[in-house]
T-cell receptor, first 114, second 112 residues
Framework: DGGITQSPKYLFRKEGQNVTLSCEQNLNHDAMYWYRQDPGQGLRLIYYSQIVNDFQKGDIAEGYSVSREKKESFPLTVTSAQKNPTAFYLC?????????????FGQGTRLTVV | DAKTTQPPSMDCAEGRAANLPCNHSTISGNEYVYWYRQIHSQGPQYIIHGLKNNETNEMASLIITEDRKSSTLILPHATLRDTAVYYCIVRVYGGSQGNLIFGKGTKLSVKP
């Protein structure tokens, strides 16, 4: 089936460690996004990529890094520089970034720092 | 900041129509209105979007006022599975081209 796959669903990390969240799509979408959601809040954009080998910072990029070496994949690394990494992370993709294209979301990764 | 305003919560009886309002008074002429919903601990699900005409699909109807400053999402026969947070979003053009800016949404509770 076509869709967006995020793994793992739950992730625990020790303070001071980097961790990478996976996001894969087989929808042949050019654009991919990473959002963060805190309890009771809306989604905030971390990074987005409109095309392979290109990505842009969103509103809360500090402490995060991404890569886009393949069209299907957009991994997010949460670095030790991120002060408050415990959150629900959502990946999305869309055909493009035009105003008339809907985005499709994965099921999320819940990261807990212990 | 989100460019839309929604009530924080609403209740609806099962089988009745759920009408979810959204204000977007600063919307510009070529910005679309999108609706997504998020069931607890899952990724948001696309529902519908529109520019200025009313839209309908298998999930819902979207009614946009003539001045485009507000819209209403209608779930014609709400079921318990429609309990979720509903987000009204204006697709923003600019540095984050096409970025979806999510506010806090409306928590819809469908009751038996």
């Amino acid at each position: 089936d076509g869709g967006i796959t995020q793994s793992p669903k739950y992730l625990f990390r020790k303070e001071g460690q980097n961790v990478t969240l996976s996001c894969e799509q087989n929808l042949n979408h050019d654009a991919m996004y990473w959002y963060r959601q805190d309890p009771g809040q809306g989604l905030r954009l971390i990074y987005y990529s409109q095309i392979v080998n290109d990505f842009q910072k969103g509103d809360i990029a500090e402490g995060y890094s991404v890569s886009r070496e393949k069209k299907e994949s957009f991994p997010l690394t949460v670095t030790s520089a991120q002060k408050n990494p415990t959150a629900f992370y959502l990946c999305a993709s869309s055909i493009g970034t035009g105003w008339n294209t809907e985005a499709f979301f994965g099921q999320g990764t819940r990261l807990t720092v212990v | 900041d989100a460019k839309t305003t929604q009530p924080p919560s609403m209740d609806c009886a099962e089988g009745r129509a759920a009408n979810l309002p959204c204000n977007h008074s600063t919307i510009s002429g070529n910005e679309y209105v999108y609706w997504y919903r998020q069931i607890h601990s899952q990724g948001p699900q696309y529902i519908i979007h529109g520019l200025k005409n009313n839209e309908t699909n298998e999930m819902a109807s979207l009614i946009i006022t003539e001045d485009r400053k507000s819209s209403t999402l209608i779930l014609p026969h709400a079921t318990l599975r429609d309990t979720a947070v509903y987000y009204c979003i204006v697709r923003v053009y600019g540095g984050s081209q096409g970025n979806l800016i999510f506010g806090k949404g409306t928590k819809l509770s469908v009751k038996p």
